[in-house]
């Protein structure tokens, strides 16, 4: 994971519907709005989420109504093979293939298929056996911090680390774990304050937000990841499509981010290349404000500053007022030195 820019996760989740054809064309939306990886979540739906697990509301407005919260995800398991698959198509592809495991079984299956980067959703943050096994894996990890507080966060940081993880090889996500998050409980600058808690440790924003402001935000504030949830179509049945960007949204959302990036310069003031050819332009210089004759002197009423700049700059004014003119001047005539 580069941090050179801001690495964007375009998050297909279960949006696949369980269709490996449907999981390929998101991987070819995420790869045609130029996000750096595409993100799914792998696991087992019997290990995950007991018999007797209601449904979030948020999912019972999304999925039938009578189906428990077990029937829903098993539907929407992806099996070894076609992670394999989705992984070679990924490669194929050029962009990152990333996924999130639920359980013990999960993540074994993504370290044996080469995963370089864990990444760990915001309910599995008080799991500490789940996070010591993340963390024995010693690679880089995103820690998702939804519905957490600080002294939560530290403990899981401190577990993960405690079993090898080195503290730079994790970036803490603020996350808000509702779908769709309603703007005025993002708390963005909770995740500048995620950054003052643990200096030196990268943070980013998971956005469950609809459309693409709030991530944008983020970048702006410092976020080094981005992610976000993406559907072909808000209108299919599943769980997290109403709270997902289409791609043309996606789209828009990685166009803005990296002009945002472009846009941050290197912090030093001073005219740009493009503005250069501006400045004898818009700037002023000493002029004549009326005829002067030569041997008169110069004072704050016979001179005034006008454009164009290439003449004596006005902040040169104290040195220009009471000179005598050398040469005699008609009005706008710039003032020689």
Known sequence: MSYNKTFIIAEAGVNHN?????????????VEAGADAVKFQTFNAEKVVSKYAPKAEYQKKTTIADESQLEMI??????AAAHQTLIDYCKEKDIQFLSSPFD????????????????IPSGEITNLPYL?????LKKQTILSTGMTDLVEIKDAIDVLTGAGTKLKEITVLHCNTEYPTPFEDVNLKAMLTIKAAFPGMRVGYSDHTLGIEIPIAAVAMGATVIEKHFTLDRNMEGPDHKASLE???????????????????????KPSPS???????????IVAACDIRKGEPFTEENLTAKRPGTGISPMRWGEVIGKVAKMDYNADDPIKP
């Open 275 to 285: 503005e250069l050819k501006n400045m004898s332009i818009a700037r002023k210089s």
């Open 132 to 136: 010591r096994k993340i963390g024995s």
């Open 104 to 119: 013990f079984e999960s993540i074994d299956l993504l370290n044996e298929l080469g995963l370089d980067i864990f990444k």
């Open 74 to 79: 098993k539907k929407l398991e992806l099996d």
């Open 247 to 269: 791609p043309d949204e996606l789209k828009a959302m990685v166009h803005a981010i990296r002009n945002i990036e472009k846009a941050f310069g290197s912090g030093t003031k």
């Open 18 to 30: 369980g269709s490996l054809e449907l999981a390929k064309k998101m991987i070819d939306a995420a």
